[in-house]
């Protein structure tokens, strides 16, 4: 069975530092991975998708990801926090074939930005 | 509409009620999901449509809940005697045709009390 663990529930950085965010995952075949943000009252949006091409992903908002399979890693940078980044952040793989789409998430990562 | 549509945006219930929430999601859109939302969670995955036809409900928690999308667009999530436990926020999503639903649009969410 497919599931993600991220590994911190609360991360807190000064505006203009890296961010990171950790997501661990396991899955019996190569996975497909996202990461989601969701903004207060606002609806989740798709960061990034790794889909076993590049293991760099390039997302918004100055977002990246690497896949790193000998880590069962995915975890998500950016190189400068901006206080708009202020949101909670979902680690999310692809359980079962394509055509179902059941999305499972991770507990989510709060990310404090402080000016 | 330009995004996915979900009424009420709160609803408050007492313990036994019947509720039914509605799902608008973008036209076009061949598939539709449900998930729920405990607080301070990530999202769990309910049940999902393609057109009319519910083709995964694995998710479903119990038969108190009931999920149609009748003519393959509007969809109406149904939880009948509505328990405390029933509290949470419930998204829909919908993905774009011949995307192999990785890129889902969420809704902002119906946020269910129960007291």
């Known amino acids: 069975a497919q599931s993600v663990t991220q590994l911190d529930s609360h991360v807190s950085v000064s505006e203009g530092t890296p961010v990171l965010l950790r997501c661990n995952y396991s899955s019996s075949y190569s996975p497909s991975l996202f990461w989601y943000v969701q903004h207060p009252n606002k609806g989740l949006q798709l960061l990034l998708k790794y889909t076993s091409a590049a293991t760099l992903v390039k997302g918004i908002n100055g977002f990246e990801a690497e896949f790193k399979k000998s880590e069962t890693s995915f975890h998500l940078t950016k190189p400068s926090a901006h206080m708009s980044d202020a949101a909670e952040y979902f680690c999310v793989v692809r359980g079962g074939s394509s055509n179902t789409g059941k999305l499972i998430f991770g507990q989510g990562t709060t990310l404090q930005v402080k000016p | 509409g330009a995004g996915v549509s979900q009424s009420p945006r709160y609803k408050v219930a007492k313990r036994g009620q019947d509720v039914a929430l509605r799902c608008d999601p973008i036209s076009g859109h061949v598939s539709l999901f449900w998930y729920q939302q405990a607080l301070g969670q990530g999202p769990e995955f309910l049940t999902y449509f393609q057109n009319e036809a519910q083709l995964d409900k694995s998710g479903l928690p119990s038969d108190r809940f009931f999920a149609e999308r009748p003519e393959g667009s509007v969809s109406t999530l149904k939880i009948q005697r509505t328990q405390q436990e029933d509290s949470a926020v419930y998204l829909c999503?919908?993905?774009?045709?011949?995307?192999?639903?990785?890129?889902?649009?969420f809704g902002s969410g119906t946020q269910l009390s129960v007291l």
């Open positions: 999503a919908s993905s774009t045709p011949g995307s192999t639903n990785e890129k889902l649009f």
